[in-house]
């Protein structure tokens, strides 16, 4: 999977919308390639994507995502991460605009393919505020970030893309099917050691 075929299928599916959000892919220990910055996810080409050094130069032609810092953040904190996916999907972001926690326990799916899902606070896109929260909690498979988005990692395109559809699909549940209860504690258990 190539990181423009990921902007496509992110687009098409709704998943991010216009500019929003931003993508990266790691090429080697000390390169990344990520997306331009203010450009339409759905109409990207693969000679627009920027490739950046994970000390934050900028080696190629363009503009890099004002939000490459805390891609950085996850590259450098996780060595077998290979790719960020950050966007504002509708039920992910009218969850994080709540204030309401994200539920991973009510189907097996969540458990499975996200784990725990932390909120972090509100910071101003591209401050270092932001980095540093993100870094807080370099170690989750997804996050969301209050009044303003989604975020997910990966070994690859591939795991961090399905991440994402993945947490959009649980926030879309969590917001249909109300007060529900968690699955069984011994259940969850045991799906989080498959
Ligand atoms: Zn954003």
Redesign the pocket.
């Known amino acids: 999977m190539k990181l423009v075929e990921t902007c496509k299928l992110l687009y098409n599916r709704k998943i991010t919308v216009s500019a929003?959000?931003?993508m990266s892919v790691r090429i080697n220990d000390s390169e990344v390639l990520i997306t331009p910055s203010g450009r339409n996810k759905g109409m990207l080409e693969p000679e627009d994507m920027v490739l950046i050094g994970t000390d934050g130069s900028v080696i190629s032609d363009g503009k890099p995502s004002i939000?490459h810092k805390f891609h950085l953040a996850l590259y450098n904190a996780n060595m077998d991460t290979g790719a960020v996916i950050?966007?504002?999907p509708l039920n992910c972001t009218a969850l994080a605009v709540r204030g309401d926690g994200m539920r991973c326990n009510i189907t097996p799916e969540g458990v499975l393919l996200l784990g725990e899902v932390p909120m972090i606070g509100y910071f101003t896109?591209g401050s270092q505020e932001l980095v540093d929260a993100v870094a807080e909690y370099a170690s989750s498979k997804a996050m969301l970030m209050a009044r303003?988005?989604a975020l997910t990692q990966g070994r690859n395109l591939e795991e961090a893309y399905n991440r994402m559809e993945e947490l959009e699909f649980q926030a879309q549940l969590q917001l249909l099917v109300g007060d529900v209860d968690d699955l069984p504690a011994d259940e969850i258990e045991k799906l989080s050691r498959m």
């Open positions: 929003g959000g931003n939000e950050h966007c504002h896109p303003h988005g």
